[in-house]
Every structure is written in C-alpha cells, then in structure tokens.
C-alpha cells in the first residue's frame, strides 16, 4: 500500500511509464488490489483540480489495460463500470475514463448488466461532436465490443440503444472510425429488429454511398477505398428492409453521376438486388430498366456498359427466380423481360444500324439468366434474324445480320453448363429447336461476299456447343467450307484464317472429315515440282496452302497423313525421276526452296505438337527421322560436284530442327537405341540402321563426314548429328569413342575441317551440349585441353582475326555450357575473356562474349533435357556486373574502356531486366556512352534497354521512374538524332530510337518533359519524310503521344 | 455537343484488318522463308524510298472517332475510306481526302472534316498539301463546307478555341498504336 502511494505520487509528478509498470506489477503479484489502487489515487480521482483528476483516472486505465484480466474480481469490474460511467459526465476525465472501459468491456468478468450501464451511460453523456477522432474510435470500440460479447443483453434494450446508437454514429467522417461503424451497423441490421428504425439507419449508412474517400499519398492508416467500399457495401445489402428506400436513390446516382459513381451503383445494385428481393425488384423494374438501358445503348464506357449489362441480369434474375419451378414447358413470360425483349426486337429490325449491336448483347445477357426467360428470348430473337436473312427485301443486310446470329449462338452455347463430363440432354441444348434453320441460314452465307465472316463465326460458335451437331451435319459444315476455300477466298487472309480455325475445331472432335475431304484438296494444289523463279505467284499459292496445312495438321490424325503425303512431295522434289532431271542446266534452286518450305512446315507443325504435349511425336522416330537422314545421306553421296536439291545447307539447317524435336520427345532408352545407330553411321560409315528410303545408297562411296578430305556436302550433314546429340538425355551413354576422345575431335574438327558457319555452329552445338551434360567425366578436357585451346587459337596473334573469332564463339558455347549449370570453372572461362579485352583485333568480340555467354539460345534448354540451374543468369550477372561497371569506368585505354561498355550491352541485352534494375542508376550514364559507339547493333540493343526501362516505368511507379527523368534531356537530343536518317542510316536504329521517343511521355511526369516538347514536336517533324515506311509510322506514333502530353 | 443528335442510329459497317498479312515467314522478293532468326523488316537497312501511298494516309485517319458516336470510328461508319484519298497525278505531293456524312444534315461534318485536317497536318511532311471534301451530293452545305475547311486562316482560327480543341483531342485520342491494340 505504501509503494504504490509512493508510486502514484511519482506518475503525477512525472507520469513515466515505469509508474504504470510498477503498479501493474505489484498487482500481478498480488502484494497489492485494483481497489488498494484506487485507494491510493483516492484523492486524486475526487480533487478539485481539473489536472489532477484527469491524471487520476488516465492512471487508474493505464494500470487497468495492463493488468492481467484474471486480477479483476467480478466486484472490482461492477465498481469501476459504476465509477468510470460516473466520470464520463465530467469533461475532464470522459477521455481516460473511455479509455478504461476500452479494457473493462473485454474483460471476463464483466457482465451484462453492466453492459446495459455503460451503453446507457454513454448514450447518456458522450458528445461524439466534442470529441477527436482518436476518441471517438473508443467510443466504437466500446459498442463493438459489447455487441460482439452482450449482444442479447443490448437487444433487451431495444429502442433504447438503436436510436441511442444512431445518434452516437450520425455524422461520423473519419475513414478510420467508418470502418467500425460499417461493421456495427451490418450487425445492427443482421440481427436486430430494426422495423422502427430503418429510416434512421438508412440514412447514416446511405448517406456514405458512394464513397468517394481517396487515401492520401503514403497513408499511415493503410485504409483503401476499396476497404471502405467493402464495408460500406456488406451494409446495404444486410436487409431487404432497404429495398424500397434504396433503388430511388441509386437510379439518383446513376442518372447523374460520373462514371466511377455509376460503376459503384451498378455494382451495389448487383449485391443489393437479390436481397431486397423479387418484389422490391418488380416494383421498380420499368425505372431501373430504363436507367440501365441507357448505360447500355449510350455507354459512358466500354467497363460501364458492361456493368450495366451484368445488372440487368442480376435484376432479371431477381424477379424470376421465384417463379421458375412453375412451368417448365411454357415459353411465354409476363413482365419485364417480355417487354425488354420486345423493345430490342424492335431495334433489331434494322440489323445494320448501331444500336443493333446493344440490343443483341442485351438479349445475349438474357440468356445466362433463368431458363425459362434464356428460353422465351431465344424463342423471340432467333426466328426474328432469320426470317430477316431470308426477306429479299432486306439482302444488303444479310451480313450485319449473321453477325448478330452469331452472338446469339455464341451466348446460348456460353449459357449451358459446363461441366466437361456431362454431355448436356437435347432439352438442356437451348438451340436445338432451331438447330436446322439457323445452320441452315449460316452455310447459306458461306457464299462469297461480306458475309461470309460473320456466317464463319456463327459455324464456330454452333460446332462448339457441345451436343448440338450430328457427325453427319459436321462433314457439311466441311463440305462448305472446303468450297469455300476452292472459291478463291485463300487471297483473303481474314477470311481464310477463320475458316482454318474452324476447322481445326472441327478436327479436335471429328478428324475423318477433315482428312477426308479437306487435306486431299490442299495436298492436290501442291505442285510436284517447284515453280520457275520468276512465277512468284505460284509459289505464293503454295505458300499459302502450306500455311494452311501448318495451322490445320496439328491433330494427331491429321499430321500422320501430312508427313506421309509432305515426305513423297520431298523425295520427288529432292530426287526427281531421271527423265525430267536430264536438263543439266535447269535452275534448281526455286526447287531448294519449294523443299525448305515443306521441311519448314513440318518444324511448324511439330513444334507447336511438342509445346502442347502431344504422345504422338515420339512414333516419328521411326516414321519421318530415318526418312530424313536417307534423304540428305543419299544426296550428299551422290553429288559428285553438281548440286544436288537436298545438300543445300539451308535444308540441312531446317531439317536438323525436325530431328531435335522428334528426338528430344524419346526416353531415354529409346535415345540410346537410336543413338548408337547415328554413332554407327557418322564414325563407322554404317548407315543402315539410322536411314531408311527408297533411293538406294551406292555401295561404292563411303559417308565419312568427320575425315579431314571429307567433300563440304558430307560436313554439312554434321549439323543434322549435332541435332540429335543436343537433345539426349544426360543418362544416354555415348557410343565409342567415348566422351572425352568425342570431345577433343569435335573441338579439334571445328578448328581445322569446319569451313562454313553451319558446321562450326552444329560443332559447337554439340560440344557445348555434351559439356553440360557430362561435366563428371571430363576435367581433364575441362583444365588441360582448354588451355591449350585458348592459348593456340584465341589469344596468340598468329592466326588470323576470323580464325580467332570463330575460337571465341567456340569458346562462348562452352562457358555457357558450363554457367548454365552454376559449375564454378564457368568463372575461369570468363576471367580468359576479360583478359583479352585489350586486343585491338578481337577485344570487342571477348566483350560480346562476356554477355553472349549468359543470352538464352535454343540448345541448351529445359526442353533438351540440358542441366540448368535455377537463377544463374542473376548470379553471373552480379559477379561481372560490378567487374564491368568498375572496367567502363576507371580503364585508362579508351580501346578498354569501349570493350567494357560493349560487355555491358551485350549483358544487358542477355539477361532479365530485374537483374540489373536495380544498378539503373549507375548503368545509365554507360549506357548513354553506349550510344555513341559506332556500331549501329549496340546501339539498338542500349535503346531497347532503355526503352524497357521507361516502359515498365510507365506502367508502375517504380524508382527507376526517376531515372529516366534525371537523364531526359539528354535523352531526348539522343534519340532525336538517332531517329534523323541524315545522322543515322540503320533503320532498325531510327525504329528503337522513335519507340523510345514514343514511350516516353508516359513515363516521365510533364513538368519534368514540358522544355522538350516544341524541340520534339519540331524535330519529328523532319522524321515524317523518312523513306522507310516502317519509320514514318513509328514517328507519327511518336509525335502524337507528345502531341497528347499536356499537364 | 447539345441537342437532339443528327444520326442516332447510324449503319455500321465492317472493317478491314490494318494491312493484308501473308502467310509467316513470306518475303515477297525471296525464294525462300525466313527462318525467323532475325527480323527482316528492321535489318534491313538499304533505305530505298517507299513512297506514301493511300493505304498509309488511310491509316492515318482510319480510326479518329466519330464526335457523335465516339465508341465508333470514322471507318465503321464509312465516312472515310481507301478509295476516297486521291494523289494528284501530275504533283505527287498534293493529295485529297474525301469524306462521306453519314446524313445530309449533319452538323458535325465540319468537325469531322476538321479533325481529318488536323490528324494529316501533324502526321504528314511539311511537302504535302491536302484537300479535304465533302462526297459530292452527301451534304447540304456541301459549298460552304468545303470552302471553309480549305481556308487555312479559318482552320488555324477554329484551332485557336480551347472548348473546340478538347473535343477535338478527345476525337483523336483513338488514333495511334494503343488504340489498335486494344482493338485487338
């Protein structure tokens, strides 16, 4: 009892939270009672002294917040409810006296009755008016407390406490305080009887609606408008007692409000609706129909029309849910949607006129509501477009009016369920009763004109409702379109795309028609000889039909014809019957061409399957891979000087794609059978098991692309064996001669036999492949023969620049092998590369190396079964970045310095932007040296760099935002020149440069951009005459963003 | 802006895709497909001139928006077309751009006319002169319409108006690369 005297003396003195500690800890222990408290503050609780008193009590509720709730006995929480209900008469204590109820309130001991006191009392003498925001929140928390604990005790004084309530919340402000109040009201509104008060408590929450609270910047609170709006909106839809007081008021907001206020009506009324009930919706249908309609058919914008067009459903589905179940049969309905129904048929007499099309979105939401008005509408509007398209009168409007037919079909197909499992009964088939007319009226517009898109869609959207068309209908719908496509309609690419996709619809559920009659008519208009060089048209024909079968052949079915019928085209193609390859002169390269085309399209078709996982590719082992090596064996064999169709380095480039892809599918099993086979036929001159075709390779001459007076058509074929070794497994053990003896001859090949691009590139292909994969077995390449290999091909200046530039990308392919998979000598490859960055000769192409070697290539991948760590772009980029940053510059040499600068373009241009946003501030002034480099490809690539900087600023406020704005103007005068032809003849830098020019008064604020814009808009000026269209079109983009950029 | 409106309910009609694509990969001066290693159109650096033809003036006006109906276009509602931009044939660098009312009477064909004035002047060289008309036979004031979107003095006049500039910025706010992708 003495300390704590001692102890209340010192806090009002100095009011120190060790006073409150102290108190508090004498209580938990017991050596002292909340009552002896009180008694030791006795005088001060009761002193004449304004300070005093309110000291007395602040002390009393700080104890009493920090004591452990089990030390207030149920007599010491009745005397000081009894006590602080007191105080809250007097001005002085009202605010430590809430403070304590704030703790009483949840205490256990704390009783019912106890809450009818405190909710009297405060009713009784809070002024919320008189009182901050901070206090008033306790005054909330105290209701909401006692609601969550008493509630039933609260409920037994009725009107006392709602009206007491209502009164307490009227004119409440603060967002912070609104949010309780929101949350007190919904329970108010949930389980009170509110009957007498609705009015009241209408108006404290209506009167909210809509919010328009915007938090300000850097709010401490952490309170959104979307947290108000919440809240706010699980208070109006709380009673179907709003109803009749709530719809007049949003028809209000909605005739008169700004489009955010009437997206926040629309969105009120969707919750709100189906609470208030059928009855509430009825009365007021006619009002709320005609505000709608006007969102609709006038729309404000594209989110507000489709809000509207939503509640107009939830309205409907208000009214007519209840009286579902009557009828199942009946088409007729009375009421709203009837006479909506009629006011749109009305409309659509006129199909080609623009307020058809919101008509028909209406009738289209319609259907996704009740059965029985989806019926009664589809009833109404599908006869009605028919018989439309029949009228002869009304034939210039067959299009527009197919169209609507479309959408109609569309949303009926959207409108049934979709559960995949379940194929839906004929009655849940809302389209079944106009099944006949409608595909009758829709194949009809398949006849050439303007039509015959909308009549496409339409098809498309009848084969895709599930159930609705026999087999039988499907081949007529082929059967149209397949004269569609003979009518001359492959010259329009709209057209002829949608009649594809429908199509390849069609072929995903019933193939037999697509390959029956489609693929033989496509297959017939390929020539089986290439057209002259000069019959451009012709070859644009195949083209197109190649394309065509590219789009359609993804099917299973499907790309089994089309490698068998596409392999024969090959063969006659490649090796033509002797007696029409007697002209020896005959131009065969129209020829070469026609057959990459074909290989072409099979990559097409292939890499699509493989992306969407299809089991099929795996059977092309056998069927299309063998056929292709025989193919370009064959004519690697047979050309003895003269020029064969199929040793065409082209082909052999796009063939060996085929050969990865089929390969890569394999187990690893599989791949091991086949890959002693190639291994048989590269090293052993034993082709038989790997090829496999009807021209019959000569005996007499041997296939040895690796010997060193290999003629240059066997070398090429390197490229198909460097297809299949980059997509083995890393478990797929290597044939004889083994790894690292392979190893040593490939790299020992690419130096001294590979003498075109495509050899050295499958070289390093396979090199860098097998490096990745097989690192285990290989250190004595990895630390010995590297060495040697630097030390003789890259850095002495014995051999000549090409030479060592072809080492450096050998070089690159195996520190990339090596990065990919995080293994730690990656490091030293590198490290070589820097060293060299002196070298007047090579120096650039080490720091291209630098970069090159990070860049993601098609070999080494996911899909290749390649070994790749996960982050290891990132990593790598923050070992060197530093490196380079540091090398730009501090370097003395000029020569060095610029190879650093085109290390770090070529690092950017290779890895993900998130890696080096960061660094944007110290990488920005390199980069804008970076543009004055002579070379045309670095700058391009620094002006991507930027131009994604400033985009992604555009979209976020991220602080790189500031970058872009520190460095503007000169940003501005680069781009301006690099955009001039005059200054810059690379057109794909003046595109970059105008790109950037366009993007950037979305991402730099306009006080900050406005000096430059009179320069800008002067300046592009010029750029509108550039020859290049390309350029003309990126100016005027330009230009008019800055034309549009205004504070 | 106010008052009945002279067109509620104006035909619509299809549209074109921007440029006639071909199949992929396709150059038309080559035997062979790009292998789609490198983007061909951008490499190409010959700078050889291609001339501005109506397709591109077309473009340029293609998707300005109706000041009636600003969810549609002038396109749409066939009040610009292709086939209505005519180069002079003896001075190519003289041009003009016809365009179609949608009704004889309405009053916002000078707007319209304007804002094609507008959209040309800031997109095209300084060379270029352009004529804008009204189709023949499609208006009742076709004179006075024609004459007064032709006077150089009346159009920077009108420009001067900041009530008729907004509108006029709103109209053109379509027009450009954001809005063909979310056309898309």
């Known amino acids: ?1047 | 802006m106010s008052g009945e409106a002279f067109n509620p309910n104006p035909i619509v009609f299809a549209t074109t895709k921007s440029s006639r694509s071909l199949p992929p990969g396709v150059r038309l001066n080559s035997l062979w497909l790009d292998d789609g290693d490198h983007r061909e159109e951008e490499s190409d650096d010959s700078n050889e001139a291609e001339a501005i033809d109506q397709d591109e003036i077309f473009e340029l006006i293609r998707s300005i928006s109706d000041p009636e109906h600003r969810n549609m276009s002038l396109e749409q509602l066939a009040v610009v077309s292709a086939p209505q931009i005519t180069f002079d044939q003896r001075n190519p660098d003289r041009l003009t751009v016809e365009f179609t009312p949608t009704v004889p009477h309405c009053g916002m064909s000078t707007f319209i006319g304007l804002s094609i004035r507008v959209r040309l002047l800031r997109s095209l060289p300084h060379r270029y002169k352009v004529d804008i008309r009204v189709k023949p036979g499609s208006h009742q004031s076709e004179h006075a319409l024609n004459k007064q979107l032709n006077d150089k003095e009346r159009v920077a006049a009108a420009l001067e108006n900041p009530a008729l500039l907004e509108v006029l910025e709103q109209c053109l706010s379509t027009v450009g690369q954001i809005a063909d992708a979310a056309a898309l």
């Open chain 1, 1 to 1047: 009892m003495e300390a704590l005297q001692r102890v209340v003396r010192t806090w009002i003195a100095s009011e120190q939270e060790e006073e409150v500690d102290a108190a508090v800890s004498e209580i938990t222990n017991g050596s002292a009672t909340l009552l002896d408290l009180v008694k030791a503050l006795g005088e001060y609780l009761t002193s004449e002294e304004d300070e005093l008193r309110t000291k007395g009590v602040e002390f009393l509720s700080l104890v009493i917040g920090k004591s452990p709730p089990e030390k207030l006995s149920r007599q010491s929480v009745r005397v000081l409810v009894s006590f602080y209900c007191g105080k809250l008469d007097d001005t002085e204590t009202i605010i430590p006296a809430l403070k304590g109820l704030v703790s009483l309130t949840a205490m256990p001991a704390f009783a019912s009755t106890d809450a009818i006191e405190v909710m009297n009392a405060l009713v009784k003498h809070v002024r919320m008016k008189a009182l901050v925001q901070s206090q008033r929140l306790m005054v909330y928390k105290i209701v909401d407390t006692l609601l969550a604990k008493h509630r039933d005790a609260l409920k037994s004084m009725g009107k006392e406490f709602l009206s007491g309530y209502i009164a307490l919340a009227e004119g409440e402000k603060d967002p912070r305080n609104l949010l309780l109040a929101f949350s007190i009201a919904r329970v108010l509104l949930l389980d009170f009887d509110i009957s007498a008060h609705i009015e009241d408590l209408f108006n404290v929450t209506f009167c909210y609606f809509p919010i328009t609270f915007r938090p300000p910047p850097d709010d401490p609170y952490g309170i959104t408008t979307d947290d108000l709006k919440n809240a706010l909106g699980a208070c109006l839809n709380s009673t179907p007692q709003f109803g009749p007081l709530a719809i007049p008021l949003f028809l209000e907001k909605l005739a008169a409000g700004t489009p955010a206020t009437k997206r926040d009506t629309l969105k009120a009324l969707d919750s709100c609706l189906p609470v208030y009930g059928p009855s509430v919706a009825r009365t007021h249908a006619r009002k709320l129909w005609n505000s709608l309609k006007l969102e609709i058919f006038q729309p404000t914008d594209s989110v507000t029309e489709q809000a509207a067009l939503h509640t107009t459903q939830v309205l409907i589905r208000t009214i007519y849910a209840g009286s579902e179940s009557e009828d199942q049969s009946s088409e007729d309905i009375q009421g709203l949607a009837k006479d909506a129904c009629e006011e749109c048929i009305q409309i659509l007499r006129e199909p080609e006129k623009s307020q058809a099309k919101p008509a028909i979105k209406i009738m289209c939401a319609f259907m996704a509501t009740t059965p029985s008005v989806a019926r009664f509408t589809l009833s109404q509007v599908t006869p009605h477009l028919v018989r439309l398209y029949l009228n002869p009168d009304e034939l210039p409007n067959r299009a527009p009016t197919l169209g609507l037919l479309a959408d109609v079909v569309a949303a009926a197909r959207d409108s049934m369920p979709t559960d995949p499992e379940i194929l839906p009964a004929e009655e849940d088939t809302p389209l079944a009763p106009y099944k006949d007319e409608v595909l009758g009226v829709l194949t009809v517009g398949l006849t050439p004109g303007s039509s015959v898109q909308p009549a496409l869609d339409g098809l498309k959207a009848l084969v895709t409702t599930r159930g609705l068309l026999t087999d039988e209908e499907l081949g007529f719908v082929v059967h149209k379109i397949n004269e569609l496509l003979q009518d001359g309609q492959e010259e329009n690419e709209d057209i002829s795309d949608s009649a594809l996709d429908l199509l390849t619809t069609i072929s995903a559920s019933a193939p037999r028609h697509v390959s029956e009659t489609t693929l033989p008519l496509l297959f017939s208009a390929l020539p089986d000889r290439a057209p002259p060089r000069d019959a451009q048209s012709e070859r644009l024909k195949y083209w197109r039909t190649l394309a065509s079968l590219t789009r359609l052949c993804k099917q299973p079915d499907l790309f089994e014809t089309l490698v068998v019928r596409l392999l024969t085209k090959l063969d006659l193609i490649c090796v033509p019957p002797p007696t029409t390859a007697d002209a020896a002169g005959m131009d065969t390269e129209p020829s070469a061409a026609y057959a990459h085309s074909i290989l072409r399209t099979i990559v097409d078709v292939l890499s699509a399957k493989v992306e969407l996982g299809h089991a099929d590719v795996i059977k092309y082992i056998d069927r299309l891979v063998p056929r292709l090596y025989h193919l370009f064996i064959y004519s690697a064999l047979m050309s003895n000087g003269t020029y064969l169709v199929a040793t065409d380095p082209r082909l052999v480039s796009v063939a060996s794609q085929i050969i990865t892809l089929v390969v890569q599918t394999l187990s690893a099993q599989r791949q091991e059978t086949f890959v002693k086979a190639l291994f048989a036929a590269y090293h052993r001159d034993d082709v038989k098991q790997l090829a496999e075709g009807h021209q019959k390779i000569p005996t007499d001459k041997s296939f040895g692309p690796f010997a060193s007076n290999a003629p240059p058509v066997q070398k090429n074929l390197l490229a198909l064996y460097a297809a299949a070794i980059t997509a083995l497994h890393k478990e797929v053990a290597l044939p004889d001669p083994g790894e690292g003896p392979l190893l040593n001859q490939l790299l020992l090949w690419s130096v001294v036999d590979a003498d075109n691009i495509l050899q050295r590139d499958a070289a390093a292909h396979a090199i860098a492949s097998i490096l990745n994969k097989r690192t285990e077995g290989l250190s004595t390449f990895l630390e010995e023969r590297l060495d040697l290999f630097w030390k003789d091909e890259v850095v002495t200046s014995e051999r000549p620049p090409e030479a060592r530039r072809q080492a450096i990308s050998t070089w690159t392919w195996m520190t990339k092998a090596l990065l990919v998979r995080g293994d730690p000598r990656g490091a030293d490859l590198v490290d070589r590369l820097f060293e060299l960055f002196g070298d007047d000769k090579v120096g650039w192409d080490a720091a291209r190396a630098v970069g090159g070697a990070v860049a993601t290539d098609k070999i080494l991948t996911k899909k290749n079964h390649a070994v790749i760590k996960f982050l290891y772009a990132q990593k790598y980029c923050n070992s060197v970045l530093p490196r380079i940053i540091e090398g730009a510059k501090s370097s003395e040499d000029p020569q060095r310095q610029n190879a650093y600068l085109v290390a770090l373009t070529s690092l950017i241009k290779s890895v993900p932007k998130t890696v080096y946003a960061h660094q944007m501030p110290t990488l920005m002034p390199l980069l804008l040296r970076g543009l004055d480099l002579p070379d045309f490809e670095i700058r391009a690539s620094v002006i991507d760099t930027l131009l994604a900087t400033a985009e992604s600023s555009s979209s976020s406020n991220a602080k790189e935002n500031g970058i872009i704005a520190e460095h503007a103007s000169s940003l501005v005068s680069t781009m301006l020149r690099n955009s001039m032809i005059k200054e810059m003849p690379s057109m794909r830098v003046r595109v970059a440069a105008l790109r950037f020019l366009s993007v950037l008064p979305s991402a730099v604020r306009y006080d900050v951009l406005h000096p430059q814009k009179a320069t800008v808009i002067r300046e592009l000026w010029k750029v509108l005459d550039d020859p290049k269209k390309a350029v003309r079109k990126e100016a005027v983009e330009a230009r008019t963003n800055w034309y549009k950029f205004s504070g």
